[in-house]
């Protein structure tokens, strides 16, 4: 059985840092696309970073320079490093698992394509 289960989120106040991480198991994680994705109180979900099985990343433009996305394979576990943080990246945070697929996809892909979902973990930023 497939589980994400993140960890990390909390209160921080704007231009602090935070840590999430997302233990996975039940698959071979080192094979699957990996994302973070988030969703504030009222707003769509969207993609906030990606990373191939090459740990390649992509960003969101409104998180690039801040954010870090990255993963282990040898824990099994995907980490995003939030710098800078601000009260518009409070939301809930999600970590995703995508079975193989090409670069492109991984990387551009709808976010529909990703197979497995967290729980979430909540980060709260104040002003």
């Known amino acids: 059985e497939v589980q994400l289960v993140e960890s990390g989120g909390g209160t921080v106040q704007a231009g602090g840092s935070l840590r999430l991480s997302c233990a996975a198991t039940g698959y071979t994680y080192s094979t699957y696309c990996m994302g973070w994705f988030r969703q504030a109180p009222g707003k769509e979900r969207e993609g906030v970073a990606r990373i191939d099985v090459g740990a390649n990343p992509v960003y969101a433009d409104s998180v690039k320079g801040r954010f870090t996305i990255s993963r282990d394979n040898a824990k099994n576990t995907l980490y995003l490093q939030m710098n800078n943080l601000k009260p518009e990246d409070t939301a809930m945070y999600y970590c995703?698992?995508?079975?193989?697929?090409?670069?492109?996809?991984?990387?551009?892909?709808?976010?529909?394509?990703?197979?497995?979902w967290g729980q979430g973990t909540q980060v709260t930023v104040s002003s």
């Open positions: 995703a698992a995508r079975r193989p697929t090409t670069w492109s996809q991984c990387r551009y892909g709808s976010q529909d394509g990703f197979d497995y």
